[in-house]
């Protein structure tokens, strides 16, 4: 793409990750340290994806603060968050305004504290002009481990690095791991504190109940090892490794069926627990679903668009299912992404396009090349599929013109068969002879 | 003293003055418009979500560049339901996705090519609107300079908005500059082709899921000429003739009330404030335009029309809704435009809070309102939470973001800034309005929320 002028990017800055990843952990509140715009927006994105409310504290940066510096109200803000909610900790995410301004956070963060104090401050750079909102929740979480994780006694847990995945995708992992009674410590958990119950009597917590309780992310130090869902996120399991010596196994998304194999070979590889018959079990009906509809899905061309570890694990997910993967679009570059595809087009002999670091303006011109009958990913997808007159499964963060799309899984056997499902159905409900229906 | 700290406000007593509880004969007005403490869960946004997203960004026909990293763009990327009909300014996000290189090295290029690739990529855009973020602001790129160069290269008006995020207090100030750019750039550069006596404007009227679609033609009925509406709905070419309207009304005074001035100011054509929600005061609205054109009798044809079409249905909506009492949170205006059609459907306000209001929107709520009522000043969601709790109210009227947190606490929200099923404006409208609270406060899925459980975990028998 040769455009200086970026057309309907599907890419967020940093501090939307950055919350995400802090949203995932127990009494965890975080705190924009910029202009308010930069937590009322993310606000508003989790709100209408999650249909869930999202408390964010911001610094509420002004002019004084872009000669002055920011120091006097993140201070300020540290101390108000603190003496009104009593978190467990503080995760600032910074801004393009306070990166700009050059404010030293993690001094300002330790100059906030008093001695002795429970409080943990988690300092993360996240500078919206760098990267995406990917690259945020990379830092955001990193930085939880770099401030909390020490070394203790070996726990026998695996962690789970999660990324931008729905709630749906994290309980079925833990599904999976309950099945095989491995232990397991989540970086991060949003399950909980972004699905969250309506109580008897309207009784809600002033924080959510759920999420990485700081303890674990403090023994996430003595685990057996650390697995990524999501690669993009991964730079905690270097972290891990290069500190704590603790095994990284950075592999794509458990999508699909070689994904979600080499997944569970890797739990029973660090864990040495073995593959019980209800995982194999589980298996055969993700390969049953995928028999019931081969006949449908043959050839059928799909074009992918989204956050890379998600995107190259559908593409393969499609191949496997033999469907025609034309096009493979992400925002967010990833060394990764393009090997990922490439091996999908020589197993498979597709010619999935390769999109990287580019906007869907680009992404629907490759759409109208190499065709497409079914188009994959988030809401932002809606326009160029009617456009094109094909449907759109929606996948990935955020979707908002749906309900209940972050309830279910994508990931792991039984979220690749809802998957699966879910692009047939499409197929199916769009200009398919309901005469081949009746049998 | 009239002043209330909440609970939840103890450790930051600054609160207090913006949190008033009504008394009449000692009436304080909330502080207001100052800067948020650092800290406190404010609701409130920025300068630019002002400008693009309130003011500027309803220009169908603009392409809409958002001149700063990728953020700021995508979250007002089709957000707002400021409906058009035509498809470029939702449809499509334009951005300069600013990086590191340019936040060292000035983003002035990347600007200027931006724009010239966003007009050849759509011809169909009128002019091109080029909003500041906050880091262009900090990085100094001469945008003025730069929208003139384009503008003489591509031969269509780029209008740049210095409107960075961390200017101002809140959204307020984006209104202003949004109103001051267009007002000294646009406003009075071209003549209408005709003129006649009746020409109006709407100001303030930003079509919000098809607000302006219900509200102009009646005026059009009443055999008024609407020059133009700012900005819902408006196509660049509506902008320009602004100033031959011989009246404009004003209906979100907060936001707009600067170029009605701005416009009275400079060339002497008079405004009125107007409600243009609830049955009254649409009523009051078109007879006050029907009294400056000498247009009387059609104003009450046309309001006894619409009465007689949609006041059964108010009157079903009253019988469900009498006695209910309700919070209002908007940014401003909405806050005390909806007081008095809520009594018209038996419902009273008791607590109203605003983001961004001003002195005069906390008059204007204060002139409206009760004995007891409760105002509050750019709310955090500490205090909303309470205020719910405590109050109790039979429903919410909100921002997206405090929707979901009401309905953990059981309580029936409506959406009031981008609406449940809109349009909420005009006669009609208010039948929406009424249908959507009766839908909230009489959905059976409320008496769910208690568990028929006793506290051992057994049904209860009996």
């Known amino acids: 793409m040769a455009r200086s002028v970026t057309i309907n990017p599907p890419k967020m800055c940093q501090p939307m990750g950055a919350i995400l990843a802090y949203m995932g952990v127990h009494g965890c509140v975080p705190l924009v340290h910029g202009s308010q715009g930069c937590s009322t927006y993310p606000r508003y994105n989790i709100a209408r994806h999650f249909r869930e409310s999202a408390e964010v504290a911001v610094s509420s940066l002004a002019e004084d603060a872009a000669i002055y510096g920011g120091a006097k109200n993140l201070t300020e803000a540290i101390k108000n968050v603190k003496s009104r909610l009593n978190p467990a900790l503080i995760g600032i995410c910074t801004t393009c305004m306070s990166e700009t301004i050059g404010d030293d956070v993690k001094l300002i963060a330790k100059n906030a504290l008093v001695p002795g104090d429970a409080m943990k401050i988690i300092p993360a750079s996240t500078p919206s002009y760098v990267g995406t909102h990917l690259t945020g929740y990379d830092n955001a979480l990193r930085t939880l481990l770099e401030t909390l994780a020490a070394k203790g006694e070996p726990n026998n847990k695996i962690n789970i690095i999660t990324g931008v995945i729905n709630p749906g995708d994290i309980r079925e992992i833990k599904n999976m791991l309950r099945i095989m009674n491995v232990k397991s410590i989540f970086l991060t958990d949003i399950s909980e504190t972004l699905d969250t119950p309506i109580m008897p009597g309207g009784h809600k917590p002033l924080l959510p109940d759920g999420g990485t309780l700081p303890s674990e992310i403090v023994d996430s130090a003595n685990s057996l090892g650390t697995i990524t869902l999501c690669r993009t996120a991964g730079s905690a399991a270097v972290y891990l490794k290069n500190k704590f010596n603790v095994p990284a196994v950075l592999d794509p998304a458990p999508i699909g069926v070689v994904n979600t194999d080499r997944f569970v070979q890797n739990i029973s590889k660090l864990s040495g627990a073995p593959i019980p018959d209800e995982i194999i079990r589980e298996r055969g009906r993700l390969i049953d679903s995928m028999v019931d509809v081969h006949h449908y899905m043959f050839g059928r061309k799909v074009a992918i668009f989204g956050d890379p570890d998600i995107v190259s694990a559908i593409v393969r997910f499609a191949a496997e299912a033999g469907m025609n993967p034309t096009v493979a679009m992400t925002a967010t570059r990833h060394k990764d992404f393009a090997p990922d595809i490439k091996a999908v087009n020589s197993e498979y002999s597709v010619d999935t396009q390769i999109l990287e670091g580019t906007d869907l303006y680009e992404f629907h011109k490759v759409v109208k090349t190499y065709g497409a009958e079914l188009i994959v990913g988030n809401s932002k997808g809606k326009d160029i599929a009617d456009d094109e007159n094909v449907p759109l499964v929606r996948v990935g963060f955020p979707v908002y013109d749906r309900v209940g799309v972050y309830r279910y899984p994508i990931i792991g056997y039984n979220g690749s068969i809802y998957l699966l499902d879910q692009m047939t159905n499409a197929i199916l409900g769009h200009k398919y002879d309901p005469n081949k229906l009746h049998q | ?462």
């Not at chain 2, 079409?309 to 019988?319: A, G, S």
């Not at chain 2, 204007?364 to 909303?384: F, Q, R, T």
């Not at chain 2, 205020?387 to 039979?394: A, E, G, I, R, W």
């Not at chain 2, 009227?397 to 349009?423: A, D, M, Q, R, V």
Request: net charge negative; hydrophobic share 35%.
């Open chain 2, 1 to 462: 003293m009239t002043t209330i700290l909440p609970e939840c406000d103890i450790p930051i007593p600054q609160r207090r003055p913006h949190i008033v509880c009504h008394e009449p004969g000692n009436m304080v007005l909330p502080l207001c418009n100052i800067q948020t403490v650092p800290g406190d869960m404010t609701e409130r946004g920025c300068t630019f979500a002002g400008c693009r997203g309130v003011v500027g960004g309803p220009v169908k026909d603009a392409i809409q560049l958002v001149h700063g990293p990728i953020g700021c763009a995508y979250y007002t990327w089709g957000t707002r339901r400021n409906l058009s009909d035509m498809k470029l300014h939702r449809k499509y996000c334009f951005s300069t996705d600013l990086t590191e290189e340019s936040v060292i090295y000035g983003g002035a290029k990347k600007l200027l090519n931006s724009i010239i690739e966003a007009h050849e990529l759509f011809p169909e855009g009128k002019a091109v609107f080029v909003y500041s973020t906050c880091v262009v602001g900090l990085i100094g790129d001469d945008t003025e300079a730069i929208c003139k160069q384009a503008s003489e290269k591509i031969g269509i008006p780029v209008v740049p908005f210095h409107c960075e995020g961390f200017r101002g207090v809140s959204q307020s100030l984006g209104h202003h500059i949004a109103n001051r750019t267009l007002f000294e750039k646009v406003v009075g550069t071209e003549e209408p082709e005709t003129t006649t006596p009746y020409d109006m404007c709407i100001i303030g009227e930003f079509n919000i899921d098809g607000d302006a679609w219900i509200v102009k033609p009646l005026f059009e009925r009443m055999g008024v000429r609407v020059l133009s509406v700012f900005t819902g709905n408006a196509s660049f070419s509506d902008i320009p003739p602004m100033h031959r309207a011989k009246l404009n009304i004003v209906q979100c005074q907060r936001s707009s009330t600067y170029i009605a001035k701005m416009i009275n100011d400079k060339y002497g054509i008079p405004y009125i404030n107007v409600s243009l929600f609830g049955m009254k005061q649409t009523a009051e609205a078109l007879r006050d335009v029907g009294k400056f054109f000498h247009l009387e009798e059609n104003a009450e044809k046309v309001i006894a029309e619409e009465l007689a079409r949609y006041q059964p249905e108010i009157d079903h909506y009253r019988k469900r809704l009498d006695g209910k009492k309700c919070f209002i949170y908007q940014g401003a205006p909405r806050a005390w435009h909806w007081i008095e059609p809520m009594r018209e459907l038996g419902i009273e306000t008791i607590l109203t809070a605003t983001t961004f209001g001003h002195k005069d929107d906390y008059e204007k709520i204060m002139s409206k309102v009760k004995p007891g009522h409760i105002c509050i000043d750019n709310p955090n969601a500490l205090e909303i939470e309470e205020y719910l709790v405590k109050l109790k109210p039979d429903f919410f009227i909100g921002g997206l973001k405090e929707k979901y947190l009401t309905y953990k606490l059981g309580i029936p929200f409506i959406n009031g800034h981008s609406y449940e099923e809109g349009p909420y404006a005009g006669f009609e409208g208010f039948v929406n309005f009424a249908r959507d609270i009766d839908v909230a406060v009489n959905s059976p899925v409320w008496k769910f929320v208690q568990t028929p459980y006793l506290n051992t975990g057994t049904m209860e028998v009996s």
